[in-house]
């Protein structure tokens, strides 16, 4: 489907698809312990406004039955060997500064191949991916016909000054000229994979968007502009640049990139499944932000927006960097971001690389507690991925081709029932016919379940092993499952981690 065809067919179910959506609902909150709600909460309306929609229904099915994705973060930080994505930036001297804003006028990363990264994630068993098309540093990884008007010049002579520019500063302007989004989405199109763009409300690069997010050049009116800026002097320290404060037509400029930017990524590359959007901007600019969200909702009413920076406004959140303790206290669909080295970029260091156990014990109580898992991995400079990253992904796809039917398109089990005790996670099918039972250790020759009452009559089985297994219900101890005496061979086990039983039985509580 070409642009013009694509944005006739969505323009025209638009309003159809709106009206089929609530414009509000009392049981659509972040939870207060969400650290980017927090960072908005004094000037983002708790209930949307009116004419706002979320995402309809069968957008937030769908984003519950992934249940495991991965993140990409690639750019030019992988150049510079940045380990936490452009975060070093703002540590860096103004000389390293000018060095690191130059790398991209001799990237040409050979070794990228959207299609092998396509395959790589299906035979992994993932069912989306989030790539950044734009980190805070400002480099797009898409062809974006915006244009950067005034950027830093670190090497000026007395030090940083603002200069004007005329660039993209995208992958366009590198020796390599290839839209890596256009690329990657494409690809993903084919294998049926859903599409997560992941993009940075800040740009560090552009000067307009001063202060925002920390931006390396900062205002006298700072604090007013964006409250987190308060803290500024702990991320900046003795780098922080002062600038005059931005000018109303600067300010327009910078909306309207931004709002151009989020425009290109849902008209120029098909179906969207995800905007992940990051960090935030500002009370000044929000109403001009809240408009943004209204409009790219007319372009794809389906996607799910990703709620940092937009408060409730989003459709969904990301605890990052650890699973949450229990179950959320909210209806708000989740997915947590987790990297599988030390951060979410390329890690050069095999002994960095968590394992494949991690992986799966992870997603298994993850989606126990009612999420999704989310693996971080980044490819090095010429856009290749570490071996190790790489057999983790596809042993954890092995992994799931045995037990991934207590996994995708499950649910959790209502209450405090998806656990017993420290290694006992449960899920359960929509229709509430099976409860899927995940031991994390190997429980010897018996699994006691005290939650589950099995259905007279009914088998239970250990997914990947032919033969149903001996079961009674016991009244002091609850449902016993016997394990025969060949599977005490940890070589005759179906997998090696987190073994699951199908179980046609209802909860005891």
Not at 13 to 35: M, V, Y
Request: glycine share 6%.
């Amino acid at each position: 489907m070409n642009r013009r065809d694509f944005l006739a067919t969505t323009a025209a179910l638009s309003a159809l698809r709106l009206r089929a959506n609530p414009s509000s609902s009392p049981d659509h909150h972040l939870p207060e312990t969400d650290r980017h709600y927090r960072r908005v909460k004094s000037y983002i309306e708790e209930t949307p406004i009116p004419e706002y929609r979320w995402a309809p229904s069968a957008a937030y099915e769908a984003f519950r039955d992934m249940k495991f994705g991965v993140r990409i973060h690639w750019g030019i930080y992988s150049v510079a060997g940045y380990d936490k994505e452009s975060w070093p930036f703002l540590t860096k001297s103004f000389p390293e500064r000018a060095q690191y804003n130059e790398i991209y006028k001799t990237w040409n990363p050979k070794g990228f191949d959207a299609d092998e990264w396509m395959n790589l994630f299906a035979e992994s068993g993932l069912k989306m991916f989030a790539f950044t098309t734009k980190h805070h540093e400002g480099f797009s990884m898409f062809d974006t016909k915006t244009r950067v008007r005034q950027r830093t010049n670190w090497a000026a002579p007395g030090g940083p000054k603002i200069e004007i520019c005329d660039l993209a500063y995208s992958i366009m302007e590198t020796p390599f000229k290839r839209d890596i989004v256009g690329e990657l989405s494409h690809a993903a199109h084919k294998r049926n994979l859903k599409i997560a763009l992941y993009f940075s409300h800040p740009d560090w690069y552009d000067a307009d968007f001063r202060p925002y997010a920390y931006h390396p050049l900062q205002v006298p009116s700072a604090v007013k502009l964006d409250p987190e800026m308060k803290n500024a002097k702990a991320r900046l320290d003795d780098r922080i640049v002062m600038t005059p404060d931005p000018t109303p037509a600067e300010v327009t400029r910078m909306m309207t990139r931004h709002r151009a930017q989020l425009t290109e990524l849902l008209t120029k590359y098909g179906h969207i499944d995800m905007l992940s959007l990051d960090q935030w901007l500002g009370p000044e600019v929000w109403p001009q932000l809240r408009q943004t969200l209204l409009d790219i909702r007319k372009i794809q009413p389906d996607v799910m927006l990703r709620a940092r920076g937009i408060g409730n406004y989003g459709d969904y959140y990301t605890p990052e960097g650890f699973v949450p303790g229990s179950k959320e206290n909210t209806n708000v669909p989740w997915m947590v971001i987790y990297p599988l080295a030390k951060g979410f970029s390329y890690d050069a260091d095999p002994e960095h690389y968590k394992g494949t156990g991690w992986i799966v014990n992870n997603l298994v109580d993850t989606v126990a507690k009612g999420g999704s898992l989310q693996v971080g991995v980044g490819p090095d400079a010429n856009g290749r991925f570490h071996p190790t990253a790489v057999e983790q992904l596809k042993e954890a796809g092995r992994w799931l081709k045995v037990n991934g039917e207590g996994i995708y398109a499950t649910r959790p089990r209502e209450g405090s029932l998806w656990q017993e005790g420290d290694e006992i996670r449960f899920s359960r099918t929509k229709d509430r016919r099976y409860i899927y039972a995940f031991a994390q250790k190997w429980p010897g020759t018996s699994l006691h379940l005290q939650s589950v009452t099995a259905k007279s009559g009914s088998q239970i089985h250990l997914l990947g092993f032919a033969e149903p297994l001996r079961w009674r219900q016991d009244p002091a101890t609850g449902l016993v499952i016997d394990l025969p005496a060949n599977l005490q061979d940890e070589a005759k086990r179906p997998c090696k981690y987190a073994w699951a039983f199908r179980i046609e039985g209802v909860d005891q509580t």
